[in-house]
């Protein structure tokens, strides 16, 4: 994974580009491109930040030092953390986002896990979506739960949907979005860490796409914590 990283750069060339041009003064007496520039750091900066914590996330589960905590989860609030931080991005678009309404029940497991999936799997459906709709469901059996995330956008082809669980599998055709590449590696490590699974459907490119994240609802032994011994087959 640490060659890939090499391979992709992990410094935005667009923020060196600006830190030159705010290097001269004459640049700098122009209040508009002096706020252009700004804006273009703060993005490269939230963008780096991004891929420095997914990236660090990853690299722990690989080296095996990742615990998964089995504590009482409250799914409700952890949905309304991530709509009420992602909304403004589904509203600048024009996006309805919806969740459908459940009825409660009991969960146990890692709040890290559940939060860094839920935020992932909508943030995508809300990036790669022009129009429509982003919808969260959530339903549960004896033994597990799910969180199905289904949009209205890019869609993906058979193809696609193997490539996107993948480290820096980004899709050429939707290259414009910016993004890094890693946020589903990490989903999909931290759920099958969690001894659940995470997998997409689509009818393919441009019919939207439904993402389901799948938990077990407890563990064996409540409350205790467990390192994980295999740490998947990447790396
Ligand atoms: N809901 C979706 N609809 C269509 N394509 C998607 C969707 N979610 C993800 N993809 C595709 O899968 C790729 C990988 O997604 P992933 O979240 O891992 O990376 P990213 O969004 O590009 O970057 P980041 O690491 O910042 O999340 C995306 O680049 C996109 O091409
Ligand atoms: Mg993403």
Known sequence: MRIAVLAHGAFPGRAKTAIGLLRDPKVRQDDERLERLVGVLARSTDRLQSFVRDFLELAKIEEQKVTIARKPLDLEEIVDEVIENQGVLAEDKGLELTVEPWSDFSIEGDDFVVRTGVRNLVNNAIKYTDE????????????????RVCDTGAGLTEEEQRQVFQEFGRIQRMAGMKGTGLGLALVKK??????????????????????????????????????????????
């Open 190 to 235: 931290l759920v099958e860490e969690s001894d659940g699974r995470v997998w997409v459907e689509s009818e393919g490119e441009g019919r939207g796409s439904t993402f389901t994240i799948e938990l077990p609802r407890k563990f064996g032994e409540p409350g205790a914590e467990r390192t994980r011994v295999e740490a998947g087959a990447s790396g």
């Open 132 to 147: 429509g709709s982003v919808t969260i469901s959530v339903d549960h059996d004896v033994d597990s739960f799910r969180i």
